[in-house]
Nanobody, 117 residues
Framework: VQLVESGGGLVQAGGSLRLSCAAS????????MGWYRQAPGKQRELVAT????????NYADSVKGRFTISRDSANEPMYLQMNSLKPEDTAVYYC???????????WGQGTQVTVSS
């Protein structure tokens, strides 16, 4: 499975961005996808996850009510709609997937999101 993110950029506080993650390869083997982020000098942290088919979602407390994760089907990209962005949302955002085949988890290359105050 290969993951490619897009949609990052620079936005003012209060603005919105939508990140996309396109998966290719054995996408049928993916059971969970998600977004993580890593700010400078900090550990990578979970932002949101979604199960295959979009049946269940999970969000970090810091983004609940502002971010929405979605994925319509195994053949469609995963999205992260980010509204009411704050400077503390500034980070590199990574797409992540868990599958049933070795090596069982996959990462994208990351996309930079910068929120100015």
């Amino acid at each position: 499975v290969q993951l490619v993110e897009s949609g990052g950029g620079l936005v003012q506080a209060g603005g919105s961005l939508r990140l996309s993650c396109a998966a290719s390869g054995s996408t049928f083997s993916i059971v969970v996808m998600g977004w993580y982020r890593q700010a400078p000098g900090k550990q990578r942290e979970l932002v949101a996850t979604i199960t295959s088919g979009g049946g269940s979602t999970n969000y970090a407390d810091s983004v609940k009510g502002r971010f929405t994760i979605s994925r319509d089907s195994a053949n469609e990209p995963m999205y992260l709609q980010m509204n009411s962005l704050k400077p503390e949302d500034t980070a590199v955002y990574y797409c992540h997937a868990v599958g049933t085949y070795y090596p069982y988890e996959y990462w994208g290359q990351g996309t930079q999101v910068t929120v100015s105050s």
